[in-house]
């Protein structure tokens, strides 16, 4: 008895590098596991490594055609925001330049704007914004405010003194309230930071799923499975000894992600990497372990891996990362709490841009360790049935 309690973790040693020779030996597995998200990671980075869209195409309608409204124009041109790259010569025109995309903003001064101006009277610009691309809009909408905020109170102060208002005065008057805007946790709204390392880890968890996916229907048919039957290895040691090897491999496969995140592109990091490093573990853990679970119920390693993707691909639309779950349906709201990419992402977010504190994040672990167990748990009695 003794022997044999003696001879089972050489067992499962055994079997993990078994395990991890067959992952090396197949030569798209091991491209997709090493390759895949590096150079992801990679191509994200040199997507989204601008902090904010600037020089967004610009038309400028001018009806008034004076000596304020130009002014009014240049201060546009002069702004790095945007790009003034046509100046139709009425409404009909810039809605052309729109539609055929030409340009993402559209600016129409007005013809009595002068006038308006010089007797303190409102005046109505019109500023249209080509929505079909959220990327672009939400910049341009903050661009305009910001621009427009800053060139109204300067004609604000100009029409103040033309009255004969004292110019410091009239600065006091528009300076009377100020709105200070502090932005936090990511102050320059950087969409390499909030980007770039998650969309890596999405793909990450997909080639890992992929191989999760193989567990047992691997085994399946195999003449190895009896051979190592006849050899004494039971259905428990070879499938933890693959189990093994199989999370150990995707940890080994996130540390150049990590690597080039924190330490070459600089992404944020508040939490300690240790931390980060326990939290992608139980990831990957509950992660194989759905895997494992498509894996025991399919009748082919095609099948089991259709399964597996069925969850994978989708997951990181739904874990409420890139859009809140708080806007989704109730219903929907709780289906995703039985992924655990809902969260490994959300709590993503938290120990990177945050680092709430474990009182905060120790909740995310236990979801993810309740997934693991049930999943593994119906893996194991579907297998010993079968």
């Not at 341009?140 to 300067?154: D, F, M, P, Y």
């Not at 199989?246 to 931390?275: D, E, G, N, T, V």
Request: net charge positive; glycine share 4%; aromatic share 12%.
């Amino acid at each position: 008895m003794r022997s044999r309690v003696e001879a089972m973790p050489k067992k499962c040693l055994a079997i993990m590098r078994r395990e991890f020779f067959y992952m090396w030996r197949d030569r798209s597995l091991r491209y997709i596991l090493l390759i895949g998200p590096l150079l992801g990671l990679i191509l994200f980075y040199a997507t989204y490594s601008a902090p904010v869209i600037k020089a967004i195409p610009t038309a400028v309608v001018d009806l008034d055609r004076t000596m304020a409204s130009r002014e009014l124009s240049d201060q546009f041109r002069n702004t790095e925001y945007f790009k003034v790259v046509a100046f139709p010569e009425n409404f009909a025109e810039a809605e052309k330049l729109l539609q055929a995309g030409s340009v993402t903003v559209g600016i129409v001064i007005p013809e009595d704007f002068a006038r308006n101006t010089s007797l303190g009277r409102q005046s109505n610009i019109a500023i249209m914004i080509d929505g079909s691309n959220i990327a672009y809009a939400t910049n341009a909408t903050n661009a305009v405010l910001l621009v427009t905020r800053a060139i109204s109170a300067k004609i604000g102060v100009k029409t103040l003194v033309a009255r004969g208002i004292q110019l410091t005065e009239a600065q006091e008057a528009y300076q009377s309230i100020t709105f200070r805007e502090e932005r936090w946790f990511n102050p320059a709204l950087n969409y390499a930071y909030f980007l770039v390392l998650a969309l890596a880890l999405n793909f990450w968890q997909q080639c890992c799923m992929l191989a999760a996916c193989m567990n047992v229907i691997g085994e399946t048919g195999m003449n190895s499975r009896l051979q190592l039957k006849a050899m004494g290895v039971s259905k428990l040691q070879l499938f933890a000894g693959k189990s093994v090897a199989h999370i150990a491999a995707f940890m080994i496969m996130a540390l150049p992600i990590y690597a080039l995140s924190f330490y070459i592109f600089k992404l944020p990091l508040q939490c300690s990497f240790r931390l980060l490093f326990l939290f992608t573990l139980v990831f990957a853990v509950s992660l194989h372990s759905i895997g494992t679970l498509m894996s025991s119920f399919s009748n082919s390693a095609v099948n089991a891996s259709r399964f597996g993707m069925i969850i994978a691909l989708p997951s990181f639309v739904l874990c409420g990362y890139t859009w809140p779950l708080e806007a989704m349906p109730h219903y929907l709201q709780q289906l995703v709490k039985v992924l655990p990419q809902t969260w490994f992402f959300q709590g993503l977010n938290y120990l990177t841009f945050k680092n709430p504190g474990w009182g905060f994040i120790s909740h995310y672990f236990l979801a993810m360790i309740v997934i693991a167990l049930v999943c593994y748990g119906t893996a194991a009695i579907i297998t010993s049935r079968n």
